[in-house]
Protein backbone atom coordinates (compact mmCIF):
# COMPACT_ATOMS: atom_id res chain seq x y z
CA UNK A 1 0.00 0.00 0.00
CA UNK A 2 1.72 3.13 -1.10
CA UNK A 3 1.31 6.27 0.72
CA UNK A 4 0.88 9.64 -0.88
CA UNK A 5 1.91 12.98 1.09
CA UNK A 6 -1.31 14.71 1.61
CA UNK A 7 -1.23 18.46 0.48
CA UNK A 8 -0.37 20.84 3.09
CA UNK A 9 -3.32 23.03 3.99
CA UNK A 10 -6.19 20.30 3.00
CA UNK A 11 -9.56 20.73 4.57
CA UNK A 12 -9.71 18.36 8.03
CA UNK A 13 -12.43 18.58 10.69
CA UNK A 14 -11.43 18.42 14.09
CA UNK A 15 -14.79 17.15 15.63
CA UNK A 16 -15.16 15.75 19.55
CA UNK A 17 -16.11 11.88 19.75
CA UNK A 18 -19.32 11.02 21.07
CA UNK A 19 -21.03 7.25 21.90
CA UNK A 20 -22.73 7.90 19.01
CA UNK A 21 -19.66 7.37 16.82
CA UNK A 22 -18.53 4.20 18.02
CA UNK A 23 -19.84 2.19 14.89
CA UNK A 24 -17.89 4.55 12.41
CA UNK A 25 -14.72 5.63 14.30
CA UNK A 26 -13.98 3.00 17.19
CA UNK A 27 -12.20 0.62 14.76
CA UNK A 28 -10.59 3.22 13.18
CA UNK A 29 -9.14 4.84 16.60
CA UNK A 30 -7.74 1.22 17.32
CA UNK A 31 -6.06 0.47 13.94
CA UNK A 32 -4.20 4.19 14.27
CA UNK A 33 -3.47 3.73 17.09
CA UNK A 34 -2.29 0.13 17.60
CA UNK A 35 -0.02 1.44 14.84
CA UNK A 36 1.85 3.87 16.59
CA UNK A 37 2.01 3.28 19.54
CA UNK A 38 4.19 0.70 21.31
CA UNK A 39 1.10 -0.61 23.91
CA UNK A 40 -1.02 -3.24 22.78
CA UNK A 41 -4.82 -1.95 23.90
CA UNK A 42 -7.64 -3.84 24.33
CA UNK A 43 -11.05 -2.84 22.89
CA UNK A 44 -11.99 -2.55 26.78
CA UNK A 45 -9.34 0.07 27.92
CA UNK A 46 -10.75 2.33 24.35
CA UNK A 47 -14.17 1.86 25.30
CA UNK A 48 -12.97 2.50 29.03
CA UNK A 49 -12.08 6.09 28.04
CA UNK A 50 -14.43 6.57 25.46
CA UNK A 51 -17.49 5.48 27.08
CA UNK A 52 -16.68 7.88 30.39
CA UNK A 53 -14.44 11.14 28.53
CA UNK A 54 -15.54 11.01 25.05
CA UNK A 55 -15.83 14.76 25.55
CA UNK A 56 -12.16 14.65 26.09
CA UNK A 57 -11.42 12.52 23.04
CA UNK A 58 -10.77 14.68 19.97
CA UNK A 59 -10.52 13.47 16.25
CA UNK A 60 -9.23 14.99 13.16
CA UNK A 61 -11.18 14.07 10.20
CA UNK A 62 -10.63 14.56 6.07
CA UNK A 63 -13.36 15.28 3.87
CA UNK A 64 -14.31 11.81 3.34
CA UNK A 65 -14.50 11.64 6.78
CA UNK A 66 -11.48 9.23 7.45
CA UNK A 67 -9.93 9.52 10.64
CA UNK A 68 -6.33 11.44 10.51
CA UNK A 69 -5.77 11.82 14.10
CA UNK A 70 -6.53 11.22 17.23
CA UNK A 71 -6.53 12.48 21.02
CA UNK A 72 -7.59 10.08 23.84
CA UNK A 73 -8.14 11.96 27.23
CA UNK A 74 -9.54 11.48 30.84
CA UNK A 75 -9.89 13.83 33.85
CA UNK A 76 -10.06 12.45 37.38
CA UNK A 77 -9.25 13.18 41.41
CA UNK A 78 -5.07 11.94 40.79
CA UNK A 79 -5.03 10.32 44.75
CA UNK A 80 -7.32 12.37 46.91
CA UNK A 81 -4.98 15.15 45.58
CA UNK A 82 -5.05 17.30 42.49
CA UNK A 83 -7.60 17.26 39.64
CA UNK A 84 -5.43 15.76 36.93
CA UNK A 85 -6.18 15.26 33.25
CA UNK A 86 -4.61 13.18 31.23
CA UNK A 87 -3.71 11.94 28.32
CA UNK A 88 -3.54 8.51 27.47
CA UNK A 89 -2.94 8.26 23.52
CA UNK A 90 -2.18 10.34 20.58
CA UNK A 91 -1.44 9.65 17.21
CA UNK A 92 -1.52 10.90 13.61
CA UNK A 93 -1.31 9.14 10.21
CA UNK A 94 2.31 9.35 9.04
CA UNK A 95 1.31 11.04 5.71
CA UNK A 96 0.01 14.18 7.50
CA UNK A 97 2.43 14.49 10.12
CA UNK A 98 4.52 17.86 10.40
CA UNK A 99 1.28 19.92 9.68
CA UNK A 100 -0.14 20.54 13.88
CA UNK A 101 -2.51 18.05 13.56
CA UNK A 102 -1.27 16.58 16.78
CA UNK A 103 -0.64 19.88 18.47
CA UNK A 104 -4.34 20.85 17.69
CA UNK A 105 -5.63 17.83 19.06
CA UNK A 106 -3.64 17.89 21.89
CA UNK A 107 -5.02 21.98 22.69
CA UNK A 108 -8.54 20.99 22.17
CA UNK A 109 -7.96 17.79 24.87
CA UNK A 110 -6.25 20.48 27.15
CA UNK A 111 -8.92 23.70 26.49
CA UNK A 112 -11.90 20.82 27.75
CA UNK A 113 -9.88 19.71 30.58
CA UNK A 114 -9.30 23.27 31.38
CA UNK A 115 -13.23 24.18 31.12
CA UNK A 116 -13.34 21.13 33.27
CA UNK A 117 -11.41 22.19 35.98
CA UNK A 118 -8.28 20.09 35.54
CA UNK A 119 -5.83 21.34 38.39
CA UNK A 120 -2.63 19.73 35.80
CA UNK A 121 -2.18 17.38 33.04
CA UNK A 122 -0.20 14.13 33.10
CA UNK A 123 1.42 11.70 30.16
CA UNK A 124 3.64 8.96 29.38
CA UNK A 125 5.96 8.72 26.57
CA UNK A 126 9.16 6.87 25.39
CA UNK A 127 12.16 9.13 25.90
CA UNK A 128 13.19 8.03 21.95
CA UNK A 129 9.80 9.67 20.96
CA UNK A 130 11.45 13.22 20.31
CA UNK A 131 9.02 14.74 18.20
CA UNK A 132 6.20 13.71 21.34
CA UNK A 133 8.43 15.37 23.40
CA UNK A 134 9.40 18.49 21.98
CA UNK A 135 5.23 18.82 20.87
CA UNK A 136 4.25 18.50 24.65
CA UNK A 137 7.30 20.84 26.00
CA UNK A 138 6.56 23.42 23.06
CA UNK A 139 2.68 23.58 25.19
CA UNK A 140 4.06 23.91 28.42
CA UNK A 141 4.52 20.11 29.99
CA UNK A 142 7.55 19.25 31.92
CA UNK A 143 9.10 16.22 32.73
CA UNK A 144 8.31 15.27 36.07
CA UNK A 145 9.79 11.48 36.10
CA UNK A 146 11.63 9.08 34.19
CA UNK A 147 10.56 5.40 34.37
CA UNK A 148 12.52 2.77 33.45
CA UNK A 149 11.24 -0.01 31.74
CA UNK A 150 7.80 1.38 31.62
CA UNK A 151 6.27 0.04 28.53
CA UNK A 152 6.16 -3.81 27.49
CA UNK A 153 8.52 -3.40 24.81
CA UNK A 154 11.01 -2.59 27.55
CA UNK A 155 11.19 0.93 26.88
CA UNK A 156 11.93 3.24 29.34
CA UNK A 157 9.03 6.92 29.37
CA UNK A 158 9.25 10.34 30.63
CA UNK A 159 5.96 11.52 32.69
CA UNK A 160 5.53 15.10 31.46
CA UNK A 161 3.12 17.20 33.63
CA UNK A 162 1.48 20.34 32.52
CA UNK A 163 0.39 22.50 36.05
CA UNK A 164 -2.46 24.38 34.77
CA UNK A 165 -2.84 25.94 38.66
CA UNK A 166 -0.55 28.10 40.79
CA UNK A 167 0.99 25.73 43.22
CA UNK A 168 -0.54 22.01 41.65
CA UNK A 169 2.77 20.39 42.01
CA UNK A 170 2.81 21.04 45.85
CA UNK A 171 -0.57 19.82 46.42
CA UNK A 172 -0.82 17.24 48.86
CA UNK A 173 -2.14 13.62 47.89
CA UNK A 174 -3.09 10.57 49.71
CA UNK A 175 0.18 9.07 49.16
CA UNK A 176 3.80 10.08 50.32
CA UNK A 177 6.33 11.85 47.76
CA UNK A 178 8.28 8.45 47.09
CA UNK A 179 5.08 7.46 45.22
CA UNK A 180 3.26 10.12 43.26
CA UNK A 181 6.69 10.99 40.67
CA UNK A 182 5.96 14.49 41.71
CA UNK A 183 6.92 16.60 44.10
CA UNK A 184 4.64 17.26 47.02
CA UNK A 185 6.60 20.71 48.16
CA UNK A 186 9.70 21.92 49.01
CA UNK A 187 12.46 19.69 50.22
CA UNK A 188 12.76 19.75 54.69
CA UNK A 189 15.66 21.40 55.98
Not at 59 to 86: C, F, I, T, W
Not at 88 to 93: D, F, G, I, N, S
Not at 126 to 142: C, D, S
Request: aromatic share 12%; net charge positive; hydrophobic share 35%.
Amino acid sequence: MSHTAKPVGSKLRYVQYHSNKESQYLSAIRQLISKDLSEPYSIYVYRYFLYQWGNLCFMALDEQENLVGVVVSKLEPHRGGPYRGYIAMLAVREEYRGQGIATKLVRMAIDAMIAGDADEIALETEITNTAAIKLYERLGFLRSKRLHRYYLNGNSAFRLVLYLKEGTGYMQTGYGPQDSGILEGPPSA
